[in-house]
Structures are given as structure tokens and as C-alpha cells.
């Protein structure tokens, strides 16, 4: 049964940060390309980074380089996304995905909101 668990999300102060988990189980870990997408209340999902199975390539929206950096630790089945000089306008559900030849699976979410 494949399972994607994010945690770490929470309330942080702009200027903030946070580290977001997300556990894998039920599949081939690197073998999956893994990647973070958000979802603001009222707007549509948005990929936020990618990392390849390998963990030797990432990307990144526009609106989060150099802020946030993604990675992986394939020998324990997990995606890390740190999150740093956060932005009100990073709230947001965070999700996890994993993707491998155009199918993939996702996580529940998890919260984040950066508000004063």
C-alpha cells in the first residue's frame, strides 16, 4: 500500500522558517522523481520543487528560489522541503508527490501559514 505522510507544517512569523517531511512507504523510493506542490485557499495547486530519484537534479518556482530547497534521503524514504524567509504569501497546503512515467501518487497535505 503506498503512502505519502508530510509533516512539519505550522504557524511560523514572516521572515520565518519551517522544514517539511514527507514519508514514503509502499514503493521504490528512488525510483520516483519526488516533488512539492502548495495549494492557497481559493487558487489552483502550484509545484514548488522537484527532485529526481537520484537526488542529482532539483527545481524550483520562480517565487521560491533561493528561499526553499528540496531534498531526499533515499536509504530512509524521505522528501525534505526547507522552507526559509518565509512570506505570508507562502500559506498554503503543502503536498508531496511522486512521480514516475506521467503517473504518481500524493500525500494528504500538510499546513503551513506565515502570518504575524
Known amino acids: 500500500q503506498v503512502q505519502l505522510v508530510e509533516s512539519g507544517g505550522g504557524l511560523v512569523q514572516p521572515g520565518g522558517s519551517l522544514r517539511l517531511s514527507c514519508a514514503a512507504s509502499?514503493?521504490?523510493?528512488?525510483?520516483?522523481?519526488m516533488s512539492w506542490y502548495r495549494q492557497a485557499s481559493g487558487k489552483e495547486r502550484e509545484l514548488v520543487a522537484s527532485?529526481?530519484?537520484?537526488?542529482?537534479?532539483?527545481n524550483y518556482a520562480d517565487s521560491v528560489k533561493g528561499r526553499f530547497t528540496i531534498s531526499r534521503d533515499n536509504a530512509n524514504n524521505t522528501v525534505y522541503l526547507q522552507m526559509n524567509s518565509l512570506k505570508p504569501e507562502d500559506t498554503a497546503v503543502y503536498y508531496c508527490?511522486?512521480?514516475?512515467?506521467?503517473?504518481?501518487?500524493w500525500g494528504q497535505g500538510t499546513q503551513v501559514t506565515v502570518s504575524s
Open positions: 509502499g514503493f521504490r523510493f528512488s525510483s520516483y522523481s
Open positions: 508527490k511522486a512521480v514516475r512515467s506521467g503517473s504518481g501518487y
Open positions: 527532485i529526481s530519484g537520484l537526488g542529482d537534479s532539483t
